[in-house]
């Protein structure tokens, strides 16, 4: 392949993108700037009560089932972050098994790329690959679960209104959540009710329900324990309220997510086009696909194409994305 042909293939993508940045950056930027402001909002009240916090109750019994030296080593600080990712994944792994299982993929696939094709660049891939698609994983698991627990929450609000009305205190509120809500809600409560219990504290207690669903939902459902907790008011009017607000908004999700269907239908297309063709080539000139992929040219190409596309893929994910 010639060099104007490759800076011709260049300006190419390089239009692709910016024809691509013009269509949809208007019109995701705004939600966009308001979703950050929200989550600069969210770190703001998890910071409040940070430095008093204690470690989760749940977190608590899991380092006392370990061994002293291996409690030491998960509650190292990088270690300590994994768990949490993991917690917020609704995983029930350790970190140091996690961690160890992802060094031992990729050594296995470091190895076995070196002992196949002796490039330092598929090696390099190899050691990284698994980490990031654990890293994947644990996003993806994490949003699932958050999505699920916003999907439960009006329910949940409506059993709160429900016991306040019959005159159950907030933390039996709790309680009565957790006993009669499916996971992941109803575990999350539970956690926050054994805080309460061993805290004494509603406001620490909610916080880190907080720390641990980081959704606009929850921070508006804490806001008003909050505000009706220190300056007084009508709660279950308020929670009535908001479980009408949560149920709209989760409406209006579906309704943007059935509308920006076409967005992500023509992702997958761009995605799977390149699979396709190699696909459609294979079958009618196998001559001109053997010499790409059993020359070292070819390897370099499919190499660094494999690299491009996977930028590209990153890339298209965060055009289509519209955070609300």
Do not use: C
């Amino acid at each position: 392949m010639s060099s104007n042909t490759l800076i011709f293939l260049a300006l190419v993508g390089l239009a692709v993108v910016f024809l691509s940045l013009a269509m949809f950056v208007p019109v995701t930027q705004p939600r966009l700037n308001r979703s950050a402001l929200l989550k600069r909002r969210i770190a703001a009240m998890e910071a409040e009560n940070r430095e008093q916090q204690q470690v989760s109750i749940y977190r608590t019994k899991r380092l006392d089932a370990l061994s002293p030296l291996l409690r030491r080593l998960e509650t190292s600080p990088l270690l300590e972050r994994v768990a949490f990712a993991l917690e917020l994944a609704g995983s029930r792994l350790y970190a140091y098994q996690l961690v160890f299982l992802t060094a031992l993929v990729s050594l296995m696939l470091a190895v076995l790329s070196w002992w196949l094709w002796h490039s330092w660049l598929l090696v390099l891939l190899a050691l990284v690959l698994p980490s990031v698609v654990v890293h994947i994983k644990l996003k993806r698991n994490y949003y699932q679960r958050l999505g699920l627990y916003e999907q439960q929450l009006p329910e949940a609000l409506d059993i709160m209104k429900r016991g306040l009305q019959a005159g159950y205190s907030f933390a039996d509120t709790i309680k009565l959540i957790s006993e009669q809500m499916p996971d992941p809600l109803g575990r999350e409560f539970a956690l926050v009710f054994a805080d309460i219990n061993y805290r004494k504290d509603i406001r620490k207690a909610m916080t880190g329900l907080l720390e641990r669903v980081p959704s606009v939902s929850n921070m508006a459902l804490i806001s008003a324990v909050q505000v009706q907790r220190e300056t007084g008011g009508n709660l279950v009017e308020n929670i009535d309220k908001l479980a009408k607000i949560i149920r709209d908004r989760f409406k209006f999700n579906r309704q943007l997510r059935t509308l920006s269907a076409e967005g992500r239908m023509s992702g997958w297309v761009l995605v799977l086009t390149p699979f396709a063709l190699f696909a459609m080539m294979f079958f009618t000139s196998p001559d001109y696909i053997a010499e790409l992929v059993s020359n070292k040219d070819g390897h370099r190409l499919l190499i660094y194409g494999g690299i491009a596309m996977t930028l590209g893929v990153w890339w298209i994910s965060r055009i289509i994305k519209i955070e609300v």
